[in-house]
């Protein structure tokens, strides 16, 4: 039986007694489970890693010092990911330069032209952990990446599209690592036979430990990957609609600080966020992280907290009841509480093209970057959109595709973008803008292999070969369940606050708090509400002074309360 080569860890210095230190910690730690190679110079490197590729070995990580003979070490890893586009880079400094500027200088351009994931101080002591916590987070990233981490879901399916699309769907919602592959394929039928479901329909469903589920309903899967999907009780002091950041943010404040908390959510957990592979801008996060590890460590956070949660329930509907709230749930429950968070934010915006919404699932994709990104090694991939979003999309994705390019309708990028990422898209050698254009129609056969883009200046179409297209292009409040007299802009979100108008119909003498809607004790919080900025953290802000304004209802109602039993 033929034995897999272990994954490759390369260390580049061309100071021998530094790079002596690396090959010692790398080794001492990690060499049971990857092999350990060294070179002194950027050319020997990159012919050690071109002769890697030639004998189809996997590379997980190359560390490189800040200067490999007549290149800075940023400029060498950046050839990296022409061989091996998911391997991490990582920068290695002196303790001495942490802080100082000309390095971070070095390390900021370095991560903002992709060339580096992050920074990795020297090892100087022998177990130098502070050195092991940086490699270790490296690993796992390539791990996830690579569909190989611990506790990878695969979804067999005949195609892309139909329900094994489905299904990977509400894999991403609760935030489970997964990977498609196709039944045909070697991989698909070992997958079959492993799990002993030759005759089972598909699509399956494959399981860490063997077992599989065949073409399960979605509340089964939910459940058989963990997630919470019932109610347990119906009396909460508080129930939060929407499990993206704001509704997670609200469920980690409310439950720490006591309040019984139910979190509901048509699907899992992260809503929109998930879709952002990589958020550089997130407070305390310098390296990034993406939105889908950010909702799975809120989640956690939350559950450890107390916080209940229905996931894969829709809420259909709320009303008052005396002192109480009730919020109807699509699965004939409806569960009472002294204050509502809607947290629901928006879905993304429709393109409204017969052509690219019969490829949807199949080539054609809402969001998804995060777990479709791997399947796009070699790919031409097109990006429909020109906010944050799509920017971060169309950055993720050119670390696996041959080309990126974002289409938008706008005459620049820098219109709907944060400064950060138009830099990182300018300077990137496989992305491409297409200004004032447009897509207007799609072609191929079971999957989408082009697609005709229409130049708005000049009305002139042009036919391209694509694999793949992320539609990015706005969003809609998730606002239909709620009561039709509920006051919204002229664009659905919902009205809080001073924003509130005379006409609103604010039934009560005080004044509404500010994030509270025109329905007493019902807050907005996030992309459902008008004047949100729609920035994850923004959204992560709004959900905790939500419950700094449950607590302050609670108290005007308790206060009204013992002033109506004095008057009594």
């Not at 952990?129 to 796992?140: D, I, N, Y």
């Not at 196709?182 to 077992?211: R, W």
């Not at 019984?260 to 959510?265: F, H």
């Not at 991939?381 to 993720?396: D, E, K, P, T, W």
Request: aromatic share 6%.
């Amino acid at each position: 039986m033929r034995t897999v080569p272990k994954p490759v860890l390369l260390a580049v210095d061309e100071d021998p007694e530094s790079l002596a230190v690396i090959e010692r910690e790398l080794s001492d730690r990690y060499a049971n489970s990857y092999r350990i190679l060294i070179a002194g110079s950027a050319a020997s490197a990159t012919a050690k890693l071109q002769e890697l590729a030639g004998a189809g070995e996997d590379v997980a990580l190359v560390l490189a010092s800040l200067d490999v003979c007549d290149m800075t070490g940023g400029e060498f890893l950046a050839t990296v990911r022409l061989l091996y586009p998911q391997a991490q880079r990582g920068l290695v400094i002196e303790w001495r330069s942490w802080g100082d500027t000309a390095t971070g200088e070095a390390i900021f351009k370095a991560m903002a032209h992709r060339q580096v994931e992050y920074y990795v101080i020297r090892p100087t002591t022998s177990p130098d952990e502070l050195f092991h916590q940086a490699v270790s987070t490296f690993l796992l990233e390539w791990a996830t990446a690579r569909r190989v981490a611990p506790h990878t879901v695969h979804v067999v399916g005949e195609s892309w599209s139909g329900r094994a699309f489905e299904l990977r769907h509400i894999l991403d919602g609760c935030a489970v690592p997964h990977a498609f592959v196709l039944a045909d394929t070697d991989e698909g039928k070992a997958l079959i036979a492993g799990a002993g479901e030759e005759e089972a329909p598909l699509p399956l469903v494959v399981f860490p430990n063997g077992q599989a589920m065949a073409n399960p309903e979605n509340l089964d899967l939910a459940k058989a990957v963990g997630a919470t999907v019932d109610p347990e009780h119906s009396d909460f002091d508080l129930v939060i609609v929407g499990c993206g950041p704001a509704g997670l943010s609200a469920a980690v404040y409310g439950a720490s600080e006591g309040l019984r908390t139910l979190v509901v959510d048509q699907g899992g957990i992260g809503g929109q966020a998930t879709s952002s592979s990589l958020i550089r801008n997130y407070l305390g996060f310098p390296r990034g992280l993406s939105g889908q590890v950010l909702a799975q460590r809120a989640f956690e956070q939350a559950w450890v907290f107390g916080a209940k949660f229905a996931l894969m329930h829709d809420a259909t509907g709320i009303r008052r009841e005396g002192d109480e709230l009730c919020v109807a749930l699509s699965s004939d429950v409806e569960v009472r509480a002294r204050a509502v968070v809607v947290a629901s934010g928006a879905t993304y915006r429709r393109i409204g093209n017969d052509a690219l919404e019969g490829f949807v699932g199949a080539g054609v994709f809402y969001g998804g970057t995060g777990s479709e990104a791997p399947g796009m090694l070699g790919a031409d991939v097109f990006v429909l959109g020109g906010a944050n979003s799509a920017g971060q999309a169309a950055m993720h994705l050119a670390d696996y595709a041959r080309s990126v390019t974002i289409v938008i309708r706008a005459d620049s990028i820098a219109k709907g973008m944060s400064h950060y990422l138009v830099e990182q898209i300018e300077g990137h050698p496989r992305i491409t803008v297409r200004t004032s254009c447009e897509a207007v129609d799609a072609a191929g056969t079971g999957r989408l292999q082009q697609l005709v883009l229409r130049d708005r200046t000049t009305g002139e179409d042009e036919t391209v070969d694509a694999d793949a297209a992320f539609v990015m292009i706005g969003a809609l409040p998730n606002t239909d369940w709620l009561p039709a007299d509920l006051a919204r802009n002229s664009g659905g979100f919902l009205r809080t606050g001073l924003d509130l108008e005379l006409g609103d119909g604010w039934p009560l003498q005080r004044q509404p708090l500010a994030l509270e809607t025109s329905m007493p004790g019902v807050f907005a919080a996030g992309d459902v509400r008008h004047g949100s900025p729609n920035r994850v953290a923004s959204a992560v802000g709004e959900g905790s002074i939500a419950i700094r304004q449950v607590h302050e209802l609670l108290a005007i109602e308790q206060a009204r309360a013992a002033g109506t039993a004095a008057a009594g």
